[in-house]
């Protein structure tokens, strides 16, 4: 892998502020083995412009943890997740300061997009970060986490807790067990060529 990226400089209040207007662009591939999909970005993750940036998520030691990387991937690392069959998107592409400030109709729309974007890439799961929006989002009241019956477009669903350091409901090694299992999963149902 390599090291060569450099962390972005930390964002000023004025960053911050400017980071409603900013988007995240997706890390994405064809026929991936994992891809991982956030609520929307942060205003920190937007300011610098790369996924799970804010300090204190716990993405990027889950993922490692889990089994995923080989070492501690830094937000800026992002792109390296691809060479490893990994990539990451949103369920809504808006940034906000906390996922609460998205509306059922910014979930729904942000659902269907999504479910087209499996339409084009055709990941083997789709690991969504979040318990309550992907019931939102999918019309899935009842969901819980890990694998869920249906798939879209043949890309089987997987459903984790949300990383951010503010769901307090799960503890790193939680997170950690529950990312291997996805990982353990994937391994074990990747078809060949993918």
């Known amino acids: 892998m390599s090291r060569a990226s450099r962390p972005p400089p930390k964002p000023s209040k004025a960053d911050l502020a400017a980071a409603v207007h ?28 790369h996924h799970f940036g804010r300090p204190g998520n716990r993405f990027w030691p889950a993922l490692h943890q889990g089994g995923f990387t080989d070492r501690q991937l830094k937000p800026w690392d992002e792109q390296e997740l691809l060479s490893l069959g990994c990539g990451i998107t949103n369920v809504v592409m808006r940034t906000t300061a906390t996922a609460a400030e998205l509306s059922t109709e910014e979930l729904l729309a942000g659902g269907r997009a999504l479910a087209s974007k499996l339409k084009r890439y055709r990941p083997a799961y789709l690991a969504v970060l979040g318990v309550g929006a992907y019931r939102t989002a999918f019309l899935k009241p009842r969901a819980e986490l890990g694998l ?9 669903i997987w459903v984790l807790p949300n990383p951010s350091g503010l769901n307090a409901h799960y503890r790193q090694s939680d997170l950690s067990a529950l990312f291997s299992e996805l990982r353990a999963a994937a391994q074990l149902q990747q078809e060949p060529g993918r």
């Not at 997706?26 to 920190?44: E, H, K, M, S, T």
């Not at 869920?148 to 890309?155: H, L, M, R, T, V």
């Open 148 to 156: 869920q019956p249906e798939a879209i477009a043949d890309s089987r």
């Open 22 to 49: 900013k988007t995240v662009p997706d890390v994405i591939a064809p026929n991936l083995r994992v891809l991982f999909c956030g609520i929307n970005p942060g205003l920190y993750t937007a300011a610098i412009g």
